[in-house]
């Protein structure tokens, strides 16, 4: 029996999960629309750029989604989302304490780990668990407790299809099939509430986000991400195809070299939802992001990139985001912005390879950055694959809406999001390092044997 890989389980997963939500959310499908655009033009403008992500085989991926994103609510659920994602190849990677932000959970994010896995598909999914512990009110906690302990978010045959996947080894062509359907049913949306007008206002009282997360059968998926090449554009562009942005870009300024990640999104719309005691309401949950990726950095890196951001965010913070870029760009001029220097300097990841028209004659006993410097050994930036706290608190809040309040922050409690898991988290920055210790590694080896 041949099953398929895990890489082909989760773009099976991905593309059936896009399309539930293209449905669900029309808004979102415009957003795809104008992200491709322009995606098409930037490719168009930037032959260089066109080259590179040709070169690396990126091309036919640029319209897939990068990730999604989920709540739950109980250590169980999460516990089994791990061994869902596990079967499509996707490992919880970071940790990430939103309560700093006010934002009452928990996450880590489920994604491919090899390089080879990331580029056949690179889906991933941030995924949050709500801290019960931060609600304030006891009576209330008590609640929300009993209504998590009544459901169940999957269906019976993912259940089985989880146990047989792992005990096999993984499925088949006509199981995976189901195993998808099954899945979807976890990531679906619910127009109906669990609990009455009057539960979900005090929960919602608490914070907008208990509630999401307790009053509904369902983790209903929230948002999609495609992979934009020029996030300033498709900024620009939204409010002219009926997108309203969030106010501002979160992460770091445009760059020559682009580093981690940056994010925008917009609110979804409000939507109708029916009570348990039949009453009408309104739900805002869903939206749409885009993102645009640059380099991993190593920790000093990120500890310089932590920095210029707390100063960003010390001054007065600007609602316009042509002003806000401005004052960011500013301040990150303190940040390196060649390749040479980032990574002489060890401040981001890097792959190296033996460039194809190195010669025995050329090798001979030059340094390594010798070799960079004569071209014969070629240096590619790596590119970041997480998420990051601030900005995730800023897509967040973005979408809970404007009477939205924060709670207190608790302490980060990677050890109790862990025990929930199942597992404990992979630190994203020994990945970065083993895979640029592993190219370093092979072009090593590679230089030894030509100069032999
Ligand atoms: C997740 C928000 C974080 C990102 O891209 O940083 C996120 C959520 O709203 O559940 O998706
Ligand atoms: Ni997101």
Redesign the pocket.
């Known amino acids: 029996m041949s099953y398929l890989t895990p890489a082909q389980l989760r773009s099976r997963f991905s593309s059936a999960l896009s399309a539930m939500y293209r449905d669900e959310v029309p808004q979102y499908q415009t957003l795809l629309d104008l992200v491709e655009q322009v995606n098409q033009k930037t490719l168009q403008q930037q032959p260089d750029l066109h080259q590179a992500l040709a070169a690396r085989g990126e091309l036919p991926r640029l319209a897939l989604e990068r ?1 999604g ?1 989920i ?1 739950v609510g109980q250590a169980s659920e999460l516990a089994m989302l791990c061994r869902i994602f596990r079967i499509m190849g996707m490992h919880p990677v970071g940790y990430y304490d939103l309560s700093v932000a006010g934002v009452p959970v928990h996450s880590t994010a489920f994604r491919p780990i090899e390089a080879d896995e990331l580029k056949q598909n690179p889906f991933r999914i ?1 995924t ?1 668990l709500l801290r019960l512990e931060l609600i304030e009110d006891p009576a209330l906690q008590d609640f929300a407790t009993e209504l998590l302990s009544q459901r169940d978010i999957f269906t019976e045959p993912l259940k089985q299809l989880v146990v047989q996947a792992e005990q096999q080894g993984g499925l088949s062509a006509e199981d995976a099939e189901r195993f998808v359907l099954e899945a979807l049913e976890t990531f679906r949306w619910h127009d109906t509430a669990t609990v009455t007008a009057e539960r979900y206002q005090a929960l919602l009282q608490q914070h907008r986000l208990i509630a999401d997360v307790l009053c509904f059968r369902g983790p209903h998926i ?2 999609l ?1 495609p992979r934009t090449l020029d996030i300033d554009a498709v900024q620009r562009l939204m409010p002219e195809w009926g997108i309203t942005p969030k106010a501002v870009i979160e992460g770091p300024p445009a760059r020559h070299c682009p580093i981690l990640l940056r ?1 925008t999104s917009f609110r979804a719309l409000e939507e109708p939802i029916r009570f348990l005691d039949q009453s009408q309401g309104q739900h805002t949950a869903r939206f749409g ?1 885009i993102e645009q990726r640059g380099i991993a950095l190593t920790p000093k890196g990120r500890a310089l990139y932590d920095q210029l951001l707390n100063q960003s965010l010390s001054q007065p913070q600007s609602q316009d985001n042509v002003r806000h870029q401005q004052q960011l760009a500013d301040i990150f001029t303190a940040f390196p912005d060649d390749d040479t220097t980032l990574r002489r300097e060890g401040l981001a990841y890097y792959q190296y390879r033996l460039s194809h028209d190195a010669t025995k004659k050329d090798l001979s006993d030059h340094s390594l950055e010798h070799l960079i410097e004569a071209g014969m050994v070629q240096v590619d930036p790596i590119t970041y694959e997480d ?1 990051l706290p601030v ?2 608190a800023g ?2 809040q973005s ?1 809970l809406g404007d009477d939205d309040r924060s709670l207190n922050a608790g302490q980060a409690h990677q050890q109790a999001f862990e025990a929930a898991l199942g597992c404990q988290v992979q630190d994203p920055f020994k990945l970065y390092e083993a895979q640029q210790q592993a190219s370093l590694n092979a072009c090593l080896v590679q230089l030894q044997a030509l100069r032999r």
């Open positions: 990730h994103a709540r941030f949050s929230n948002h991400t994010q992001e998420f900005s995730a897509i967040f979408n």
